[in-house]
């Protein structure tokens, strides 16, 4: 038989035992917190496309409109990880992620529907980095015990 503490450090929440509400309040906190920043990095992308769409890919035949694809997606996908809590915005935000960190990739080695890049503008590397922030936070989005967390708390 466990007999609980009703006071001291673990009843007010400093060692939580892993099966009270503190962890579900600090689960769907970290929940919401990974959801902000996903949701951030793919308005961060929307608008890095965006802006390199005016500059100049609004001219190029595949490329241009590929980058109004990815504007629309990122807002898309921005609201879908914020409303739904479903594993599949989140998923969706990882895929988003690495599937525009590899076409960068691409433009910067072989050339990507002839495009070729070189990684020297503010937009690239903010590029780059908001691709990041959507393939880790979203990946993290995904793990057990966030997800968990924000089952139990409906």
Do not use: K
């Not at 990095?41 to 005016?54: E, I, K, R, T």
């Amino acid at each position: 038989m466990i007999i609980r503490e009703a006071s001291g450090a673990s009843a007010h929440g400093l060692f939580p035992s892993g099966t009270g509400d503190t962890d579900d309040i600090g689960g769907l906190m970290i929940g919401w917190t990974l959801r902000v920043l996903v949701a951030g990095g793919l308005l961060g992308s929307a608008w890095v496309h965006w802006v390199v769409w005016q500059d100049w890919a609004a001219d190029v035949g595949v490329v241009g409109p590929l980058f109004l694809v990815n504007v629309v997606a990122g807002v898309g996908l921005a609201v879908a990880v914020l409303a739904w809590r479903h594993p599949l915005a989140a998923a969706g935000a990882v895929a988003f992620g690495l599937v525009t960190l590899a076409a960068y990739v691409l433009s910067l080695t072989v050339g990507f529907f002839g495009v070729r890049e070189q990684f020297a503008t503010q937009e690239e590397l903010w590029g780059v980095v908001t691709e990041v922030v959507c393939v880790v936070f979203g990946a993290a989005l995904l793990s057990p015990r966030v997800r968990a967390a924000e089952r139990r708390r409906g």
